[in-house]
């Protein structure tokens, strides 16, 4: 933003660069980045209370210099199943996850240049990102985007130590058939669907249209006293 000299007029430049990333080292002039060093305009560092080893997106303004930073990186995490996975790009793209997910609808995503999966950076190795996620005993996951809309963090099944905040989805119950209590909105004695809880429905023969094979259902509107096979995941840390 410019003022004139009688200050009357204010002209207003507005930048919508960012970077995300692993703060690596920060001062009170600059910020590492990955591997990449910019400088800050004052009080970015104060304000956002930084620190080596935060995940974050900085916004830069017209000039490249840190300007302040995003929340988005560090968004709520969404669960979704994961309906195909494309790793044949080039070198430097990120690769793609088609995932139904909880609005109910299937989306393609993208991945950002650096993913931390099950709570370790990956500096996105494709290969690695992919056989952890077609590995799963399930094809359920959990993700964040950050503020380009590109999944940042992916938590798989296939780890599960729940050491970290970014690593603790795990199997709750095995994969069986269960007697759904819809006064209570429970399978068996086990499984009690919260105001948390995202069901996903899936037709058991699948036809290979996603409207058709794949859809979110409230506990509310599942049809009760009957039995349905079910598995269970949880995002809780064990106990």
């Not at 207003?12 to 001062?27: A, D, E, N």
């Not at 988005?72 to 990120?94: C, E, I």
Request: aromatic share 8%; hydrophobic share 30%.
């Amino acid at each position: 933003m410019k003022r004139s000299q009688d200050g009357n007029l204010l002209r207003i430049f507005r930048s919508q660069k960012r970077v995300s990333g692993t703060v690596k080292v920060v001062s009170e002039d600059e910020i590492t980045i990955d591997d990449e060093t910019y400088e800050l305009l004052p009080g970015v560092v104060t304000k956002a209370n930084l620190k080596a080893g935060d995940e974050i997106t900085l916004l830069l303004d017209i000039n490249g210099k840190g300007a302040g930073t995003s929340d988005s990186v560090s968004g709520d995490w969404s669960f979704g199943l994961v309906l195909g996975v494309d790793a044949d790009r080039g070198m430097d793209a990120g690769m793609k996850l088609k995932i139904f997910t909880e609005n109910d609808t299937d989306v393609i995503y993208e991945t950002a240049k650096n993913v931390i999966l099950d709570g370790r950076k990956t500096e996105n190795s494709k290969n690695v990102i992919k056989t952890r996620i077609e590995s799963q005993i399930a094809p359920i996951l959990r993700y964040k985007l950050n503020a380009e809309g590109k999944i940042s963090h992916i938590d798989t099944l296939q780890t599960d130590t729940g050491d970290s905040k970014n690593d603790t989805l795990f199997q709750m119950n095995d994969k069986a058939q269960r007697y759904y209590n819809a006064s209570f909105y429970t399978f068996g004695q086990e499984i009690n669907c919260g105001n948390n809880t995202v069901v996903f429905q899936i037709n058991p023969t699948l036809t290979g249209e996603i409207s058709e094979d794949y859809r979110i259902v409230s506990p509310g509107n599942i049809t009760g006293d009957k039995v349905y096979t079910i598995e269970s995941f949880t995002d809780s840390k064990r106990i």
